[in-house]
Each structure stands twice: as structure tokens, then as C-alpha cells.
């Protein structure tokens, strides 16, 4: 272990950052962890103190100055709020940086991260093959929503409704792409995550599908990686900076507009954390543009190729609308899904009562803290049901699994949809279009 | 702590609610006032009132100090613990009892949010009007052991014109009840009045009953813009001299109108010297006459413009401007020093001048914003408190504000508390005498002095 002088003094170089909360408590309002245990060590302004603690020597255990710290699933909710306008998440990842370097990752988690992760081929191999076999594992938990169980005892899993992995995944169906600019005379990048190649490949080619339809040429190169929010998030700045490249390299090849991905935590991810936290400060120019380019697919349709709502026929049906965090606190979009729910001509936006709030997935946050997770998801179900919709749209395919899992764990059998799933499925409707494949 | 109290504890609220892991401690070493932590020993977080009562009576018995705590909001350093001591949270026991429509009035207990309730009223087609710029998060144990005041205080009152009733425990875990669910109750003491304001150190409150009131039928909001800023406050002596109440009048200096513009972009006058948000409110006819009324006073006393807001929008966004008073200025320096000198409201213009030469004399930078219609501004020094120069400043200039304030005939504090905070200017206003008095109370109701030592009254004696 390195020794803890050093720790302090790489804390304090956050004391600036930490200063800015004036200890207002008005961040209870907000965290939804907070909300379920009422402790303050679990509200941001508990963890901003202890972390402080820490780097003043107040506190001397990282260890559980980090436990606490773990307690968060980086919502955001709170730094949008913030009164004093702290960059609460920015000192979160710091910090988790910080410590997982000074702690160092459980060895199964750092191989998986440095060895895995990081190699798309052999990640994507591993999971083409889990997939055949996960019938063994698994049974069936609710058909209409498209969940299953454990069929075993198995930790990692527990009581989880788990979607699937996909029978064929999205990269096995659409290997690459390069099409030339149609009628709207734009071309497109897209990166469309992994849990949208591996566990929902239908959004994808809803997304390709809406791209043809308003001809716009599509740049997908083979091989992508992953993100790497999970990697940041863990403090495995390494494994992130490695990801970030190999995607550079990916895109930078060839030539498009905007660079677009159904997924809320992706978008924001490139969008804000790559140019911040990537670790090779003589390759800056690249990764701003990409990231200055980048946008989540319905802020695309809706403020680019100006899709707007259509008229439909008869009565439309009700679908509730969940907020993705990222969208909504770190990117700020709000209204563009919405517009394009009711593109679909089909459906209506059914709000949520109490308004928005996190689903409380949070990616690693819901392997590590399940329980917590859980009790967020589960009052996150009820409100959907609340709703009497009979669909629950979302973007974001990390919170497509978690209200799956709630809503099926609570017996409740709504359809869980991406917002570009319901767009792509009127597209057939109004206008067919020949067939893609 | 020894093991054989930590089990104890544990047998009375349950395992998970009892904490002693010291990172978890170090959480409650500190609230809203900018002021040194302090760690206790233990915190429990009691589900139900027997629980509560069985935590005072079990620190009563060890000779432990008790602080108990809501939303730890308070400004005063109320909640900052005695070291070493317990804390008992109040977050776990938050229902709300009772809403009763035909008495108006409700039960709850201490530690449902005030805007939660708030909204829970209203739903109900009732109001509850205290509404503390921390209702988002402030508990209605906090709110009433604090006496809260808000925006709507001027016409409406503060915390204590609400509470019709208190049950507490004293040291010994014994349930004492006081006032009731009748408008009029003269039953003994008012205890219930004794336990307002009192930050935690007579008692334990373990059921409020609260007054509601039907809400407005209408209501009209302006905004006055000057030149002057003492124009600005001699308006709202005249509109209170001018005997109408309006609902809130609220005042912003030059440097908050700025600043909040500058985060908000909401199109406010950042020429302006000063700023009057005006609401009327009452019945339609009332509400236009004295909206009137209003308008003259302020074009008579120099306003350059008053604007009535046309619907909700426009409405709210004078009110946005307001709340962003704090949040604006928050941003601009890293610590924020929020004081709360209140004086008589024909004062304001006196004060404003007092501030003002405050803030030039040990060159700080002062915000000034606040409830001006019940004389209650908010002067808020931005500093750093890391620069140990300038925070010897702020301290002297935080005297100064004092010693104005009283001098003007007001009061320390309009609605922050005096906590740990401002007990050392007590006597100031008070004098020695009342300082005795009250801890002859003390002394006799709390005689191992376990109820919030050091706040209010200063360090503990003997
Ligand atoms: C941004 C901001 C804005 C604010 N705006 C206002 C405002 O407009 N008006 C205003 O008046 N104040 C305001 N405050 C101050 C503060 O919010 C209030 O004092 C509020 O009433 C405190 O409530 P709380 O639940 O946080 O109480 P805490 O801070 O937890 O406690 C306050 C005091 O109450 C005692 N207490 C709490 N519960 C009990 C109980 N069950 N029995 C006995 N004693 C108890 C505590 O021991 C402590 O002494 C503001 C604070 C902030 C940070
Ligand atoms: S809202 Fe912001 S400033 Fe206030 S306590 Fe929370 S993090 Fe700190
Ligand atoms: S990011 Fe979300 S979970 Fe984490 S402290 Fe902020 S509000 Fe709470």
C-alpha cells in the first residue's frame, strides 16, 4: 500500500473543488440514496465532508472513506441542483481515481478491466459464446417483458430479472458500415454501446432502420470498445484512457457530421467525461471534436433532421417516459424523447407522478449496492404503473435493464422500449420502406 | 462508548440504526453554519416515538449529551454536537399523523419535511404558510425548535403562530404534553411556547400539532426597480407605515441583482440600485386596492419602474429571482456567510447605510437581500474562509453587524438561531440577568445538562 502522505496530498489537490460546498444540505432533496436511508454519510454533502475529513487527516481509513464513497450511483441529480454549483461528480471520479489507485482494485476487477475490457475481439468472442449457453443457467421470469431468472443459486445474479444476452448480437448482424450521405445530405457516426450490441441489438436497427428512412449515411466501424465509464467510475483511469483511444482511432477514420448513440450514459460519457478524464493530454484536439460532435439519437432526429410530432391515427396510447439520469441532469435533455414518442404518431408521453427521479441503476452501482438499488427500481416500477401506460420507454439501455428487472419483479407486465424502437415501428406503418436486408 | 451502552442503544432502535464506525460519526460533525466540526460518540436514528423517549432516558441515566437532529440546516451550529456525545436523528420518524379539514389543523411528527407537509396540505385545498428557503429539506421539529421564519412571513408570521401544540420528552423519557387541538387553550404553562426557538436543549419534541390556515383567493406580485437603494428602503418603511401588509416584500442590493442575472439570465435590471419584490394577497377586491396602494408608494418614493406581474409565468420568474439570491451568490466566493440581523422595520434604511459602510471598512464583499418587510436582511459576506487575513475581517465585521443591529433596537437573530453561533452576544442583548434566569431553567429541567450543551446559552457551567 502507497503510503497515505501521498494519499493526502493527491486529495488535497481536490480542496478547491470541495471548498465550493457551503454544507447547504439542500442536496437532500435530491439523492435518491439519501432518500431510502436517511444517513448523511450517504447524502453528497456527508460524502464532500468525508472526503475533506480524509484529505485534512481527520479521518484515517480510505478503505471506508471509500465504502461510503461506492454509495452513489452518479446520478448527478444533486450536482444539477447544487445551489453553490459544486462539480459534484467531477470530484467523485477524482476521488474514486485517487483512492482505487491508492487501495488498489480487487485483482478480479482490475483483469477485467485492463484485460478484458479493454480487448473488444475478445470480450465480444467471450459473450457470442455465453450467450448459447445461458439457457442452461436461466429460465423464464416474465414473457412480455422479456425477463429471466436464475435457474441456480448463483451470487452474482441473486434474485435479478435479467434480460438476455441477445441470440445474435447487434456487431455478429451489422459487422460495418459506410454508407454515402442520402436526401438529408448528413452522415452519421454511431456507436451504440455495449448493452445495446450484446443485450438489445433491436435498438440498433431501429436507429439504422430511422437513419435510412431520412437518408442519412451511417459510419459504423467494427471493433468499437467500450465507453468506459465502468472503468472511470472504478477509479481504473488506465483501462479508460485505453478505451477512449481505441475508439478515437476507430472514428477518426472516417468522415461524418455527428456522432450519435442510443444510449444516455454513452452520449454523456463521450460527450463530457472523454475530453476531461482522458490521460493523453498530446491528443486533446481529437477528442474534443469528437466529443463537441457527439449527440444522444433523439436529440439528433429532433433538433437536426427536425422530426417533430405526427399526426396519428385515433387515440394514441399511453407510454410513461423514464428520464435517464444522463440525459437529463448531465446533457440536460429532456424534451427531445418526448418529441419523438409522439413522432411515432402512435404513442403519448405519460409523465411519471412525483416527477423525474433515477431509476437507481447506476451501472457497477447496481452489482455492488443490489439492495439499495433495488429499493430505488422498485419504487420506480410502481410509479410507472402508476401511470396505467402500457409501455415504459426510456434511452437508455442501462435503465431499460433495470426497469425490466423492477417491473418484472413487481409483477407488473409493461413492455420496456427504447424511444427509437416506437419512432422505427411507425416508419413501417406510414411510409414502407423496402426492405433493408 | 463502551460496548455494553452501544448494545443498549442497539436494543432500543435496532442495530442498523445505531452508528459508531468513525467515518460515519465524522457525518455528523457539522451542519449549515460555517463553523468548527465536532464528532460525537454515537448517532441513533429511533423508527418510532417509544424509541425516542427510550434514547433521552438512556442518555439522562448515563450523563451523555444528547443532540438531536433533523435536517441539520440550521445556520447557528444548533446541530454541531458535544464531542464525544450522542446524536439522535429525527429523519426516521416523518409521517404525518393527521390533516384535519373541519379544525384546521394537523399532527405530525418531528421529522417530516416542511415542504413535503407543505404539499401534502395542499393537496388537501389547506395552507401551511411558514415556508423557510430550506423547506425542500428543513424538518418541522427543526422549523419549530428553531422558530423558521420565510418569505411569507410578514403577513403570515413565522413558525410560532403555527404551533398549537408540542409533546416533548424531558430528560427522563417522560412524555410531556402541552397546548392542544382548540384555537383557544390557556391549560396551564405554555410549554408549548417554551419549546419554540429553544434549539434543543428544554426538550425532545416528539409530536407537533400544527395550524393551518385556507389559502388566498388571489394574489398580485410586483417588482419596483430603483435607483437608490435607499429609496428602496425607504419604501418599505412607508408601505408598512402606509399600514398594508403585503404577503412578502422582499429587498436585493445592486451586487445580488447582478450576480443572480449573471447566473440566471433573467433579464433583471443590473443598473438597478435595489429591487422591491412585492405580493399582495387576500381576497380579489383587497388585492387590487392595495396593489394600487403599493404601486403609488413606490413611484412616490423614486421607483423608476414597477412591474406587475401579468400570470403564474411572470410570477414565478420574480420569484425565482428571488430564491436564486443565495444560490447566485453561493457561486462566487467559496465560503458563504449568511447573517440574519433583524431590526424594527422602520430601520431598514439605517441598516442598509450601516451595511454598507460595514462592507468598506474591512473591504469585504457583502450581498444584501432578505425579508426587508419584517426588517429581516440577509447580509451575505463572500469570502474564503482558507484566507486567514480576510476571515479576521469577516469576524470583526460579523461584530460590527451585531453591535449595529442593536443599537438600532433589533435583534441578533430573526430566524437563524443563536446555536453555538452567536452565544457569546447574548448578554449583548439580553444582558446577564435573562442569561441567569434562563439557565436557572435549565439547570432545574435538564440538572445533568445532557439537552444540547453550549448552545443558546453559552458554555456550560460547573
Ligand atoms: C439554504 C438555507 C436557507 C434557509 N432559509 C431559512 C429561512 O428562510 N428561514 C429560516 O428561519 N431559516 C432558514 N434556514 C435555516 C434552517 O433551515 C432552519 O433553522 C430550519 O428550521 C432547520 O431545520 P432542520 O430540520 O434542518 O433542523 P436542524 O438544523 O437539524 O436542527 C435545528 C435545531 O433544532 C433542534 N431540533 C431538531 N429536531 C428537534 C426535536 N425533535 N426536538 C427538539 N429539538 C430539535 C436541533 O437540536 C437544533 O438545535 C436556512 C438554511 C439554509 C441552509
Ligand atoms: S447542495 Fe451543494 S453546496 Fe449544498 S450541501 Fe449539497 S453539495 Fe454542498
Ligand atoms: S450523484 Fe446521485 S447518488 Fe450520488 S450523491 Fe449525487 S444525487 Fe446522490
Known amino acids: 500500500m502507497a503510503d497515505i502522505k501521498k494519499l493526502v496530498s493527491m486529495l488535497k489537490e481536490l480542496d478547491d473543488l470541495l471548498t465550493g460546498c457551503m454544507r447547504c444540505g439542500m442536496c437532500q432533496a435530491q439523492c435518491p440514496i439519501f432518500a431510502e436511508t436517511g444517513r448523511e454519510a450517504d447524502v453528497t454533502r456527508g460524502k464532500l465532508a468525508i472526503l475533506s475529513g480524509l484529505a485534512d487527516e481527520m479521518l484515517k481509513d480510505p478503505q471506508a472513506v471509500n465504502d461510503h464513497l461506492q454509495r452513489c450511483l452518479l446520478c448527478g441529480t444533486c450536482e444539477a441542483n447544487c445551489p453553490s454549483g459544486v462539480k459534484v461528480t467531477d470530484i467523485f471520479f477524482r476521488a474514486r481515481a485517487i483512492l482505487s489507485g491508492y487501495l488498489g482494485l480487487p485483482p478480479s476487477q482490475r483483469l477485467v478491466f485492463r484485460r478484458l475490457l479493454t480487448n473488444p475481439k475478445l470480450m465480444n468472442a467471450l459473450i457470442a459464446f455465453g450467450s448459447k449457453f445461458q439457457g442452461l443457467l ?18 452474482l445474479i441473486a434474485d435479478r430479472h435479467f434480460k438476455r444476452l441477445a441470440a445474435r448480437s447487434l456487431h455478429a448482424q451489422v459487422p460495418g458500415l459506410d454508407t454515402p450521405a442520402g436526401k438529408s445530405g448528413l452522415r452519421v457516426a454511431f456507436f451504440p454501446g455495449c448493452l445495446t450490441d450484446k443485450v438489445f441489438p433491436e435498438i440498433g436497427l431501429a436507429v439504422l432502420k430511422i437513419l435510412k428512412h431520412h437518408g442519412v449515411g451511417v459510419f459504423l466501424p467494427s471493433n468499437q470498445a467500450c465507453c468506459g465509464i465502468p472503468a472511470l467510475s472504478s477509479g481504473e483511469t488506465g483501462a479508460f484512457t ?20 442510443p444510449c444516455a450514459t454513452c452520449t454523456a460519457t463521450i460527450a463530457e467525461l472523454w475530453p476531461k478524464y482522458y490521460g493523453d493530454h498530446l491528443d486533446t484536439i481529437r477528442v474534443q471534436d469528437l466529443a463537441s460532435k457527439t449527440m444522444d439519437v433523439s436529440q439528433f432526429l429532433a433538433d437536426i433532421l427536425k422530426v417533430g410530432p405526427a399526426k396519428g391515427i385515433g387515440e394514441p396510447s399511453k407510454v410513461a417516459y423514464h428520464d435517464p439520469c444522463h440525459l437529463r441532469n448531465t446533457l440536460k435533455i ?34 455492488k449496492q443490489y439492495k439499495l438499488s433495488e429499493t430505488i427500481g422498485r419504487k420506480k416500477a410502481e410509479s410507472i404503473a402508476a401511470t396505467k401506460a402500457t409501455i415504459a420507454a426510456t434511452s437508455c439501455p442501462a435503465c431499460m435493464l433495470q426497469l425490466a428487472d423492477m417491473l418484472s419483479k413487481t409483477g407488473h407486465s409493461i413492455r420496456v422500449k427504447h424511444v427509437v424502437e416506437l419512432y422505427a415501428e411507425s416508419l413501417d406503418r406510414e411510409q414502407p420502406l423496402e426492405k433493408s436486408r | 462508548m463502551g460496548e455494553s451502552l452501544k448494545k443498549e442503544f442497539e436494543a432500543t432502535v435496532g442495530a442498523d440504526n445505531v452508528m459508531t464506525e468513525p467515518t460515519e460519526l465524522f ?16 448517532v441513533v436514528r429511533p423508527e418510532h416515538s417509544e424509541a425516542l ?13 444528547l443532540t438531536v437532529r433533523g435536517a441539520g440546516t440550521n445556520l447557528s451550529g444548533g446541530t454541531i454536537p458535544h464531542p464525544g456525545g450522542v446524536v439522535c436523528l429525527t429523519t ?60 411569507r412571513a410578514l403577513k403570515y408570521g413565522v413558525t410560532k403562530d403555527y404551533v398549537m401544540g408540542v409533546d416533548f420528552f424531558d430528560v427522563n423519557g417522560e412524555l410531556i404534553r402541552s397546548g392542544g387541538k382548540t384555537v383557544k387553550c390557556v391549560t396551564g404553562y405554555n410549554l408549548a411556547g417554551l419549546m419554540i426557538a429553544s434549539e434543543g436543549t428544554l426538550g425532545v419534541f416528539e409530536k407537533l400539532i400544527l395550524k393551518l390556515v385556507p389559502p388566498p383567493a388571489s394574489y398580485k406580485s410586483m417588482m419596483a426597480v430603483f435607483n437608490d ?23 436585493m442590493d445592486n451586487f445580488t441583482i447582478r450576480t443572480v442575472e449573471n447566473f440566471r439570465k433573467a433579464g433583471l435590471p443590473v443598473d438597478a440600485a435595489a429591487m422591491l419584490l412585492i405580493e399582495v394577497d387576500g381576497h380579489p377586491a383587497q388585492v387590487e386596492d392595495d396593489a394600487a396602494r403599493v404601486e403609488a408608494i413606490c413611484k412616490h418614493n423614486k421607483a423608476e419602474t414597477v412591474r406587475v406581474a401579468k400570470d403564474d409565468a411572470e410570477r414565478n420568474a420574480v420569484w425565482q429571482a428571488r430564491r436564486d439570491a443565495l444560490p447566485a451568490l453561493a457561486r462566487v466566493r467559496p465560503t458563504t456567510v449568511l447573517e440574519d440581523a433583524t431590526v424594527p422595520r422602520s430601520k431598514i434604511p439605517a441598516m442598509m447605510q450601516a451595511l454598507d459602510r460595514i462592507a468598506k471598512k474591512y473591504d469585504l ?6 425579508h426587508a418587510g419584517d426588517g429581516n436582511l440577509h447580509p451575505t459576506i463572500l469570502t474564503d474562509k482558507r484566507d486567514q487575513d480576510e476571515w479576521r475581517r469577516v469576524e470583526a465585521a460579523i461584530d460590527a453587524i451585531f453591535d449595529e443591529a442593536l443599537a438600532l433596537g433589533g435583534t441578533l437573530s430573526g430566524e437563524h438561531g443563536i446555536g453555538l453561533a452567536k452565544s457569546n452576544y447574548l448578554k449583548n442583548e439580553y444582558g446577564a440577568g435573562t442569561i441567569a434566569y434562563s439557565r436557572k431553567m435549565k439547570s432545574v429541567l435538564d440538572p445533568k445538562g445532557i439537552l444540547n450543551p453550549g448552545k443558546l446559552l453559552g458554555p456550560v457551567l460547573g
Open chain 1, 138 to 155: 436461466a429460465k423464464e421470469a416474465d414473457g412480455v417483458i422479456g425477463t429471466s431468472c436464475a435457474r441456480f443459486n448463483a451470487p
Open chain 1, 242 to 261: 485505453s478505451l477512449v483511444r481505441q475508439n478515437l482511432d476507430l472514428f477518426t477514420q472516417g468522415s461524418w457530421d455527428y456522432l450519435i448513440t
Open chain 1, 334 to 367: 429532456t424534451d427531445q424523447p418526448r418529441t419523438i414518442i409522439a413522432a411515432s404518431g402512435k404513442y403519448a408521453t405519460a409523465e411519471l407522478p412525483g416527477g423525474p427521479s433515477c431509476c437507481g441503476s447506476g451501472g457497477s452501482f447496481n452489482i
Open chain 2, 27 to 42: 457525518s455528523y460533525s457539522y451542519d449549515s453554519a460555517v463553523l468548527d466540526k465536532s464528532q460525537p460518540d454515537i
Open chain 2, 53 to 65: 423517549g427510550k434514547v433521552v432516558k438512556l442518555c439522562n441515566d448515563n450523563g451523555l449529551k
Open chain 2, 92 to 151: 426516521a420518524l416523518n409521517r404525518i399523523l393527521e390533516v384535519n379539514e373541519e379544525d384546521l389543523y394537523a399532527v405530525v411528527q418531528p421529522g417530516v419535511v416542511t415542504a413535503k407537509f407543505a404539499a401534502h396540505v395542499a393537496s388537501k385545498g389547506l395552507l401551511y404558510p411558514p415556508d423557510p428557503g430550506s423547506q425542500a429539506v428543513s424538518t418541522l421539529g427543526g422549523n419549530v425548535a428553531e422558530n423558521a421564519g420565510g418569505l
Open chain 2, 229 to 251: 437603494v435607499m429609496d428602496a428602503s425607504r419604501t418599505v418603511a412607508a408601505i408598512i407605515a402606509g399600514q398594508i401588509v403585503p404577503a412578502t416584500l422582499e429587498l
Open chain 2, 365 to 370: 464583499t457583502i450581498g444584501t437581500f432578505g
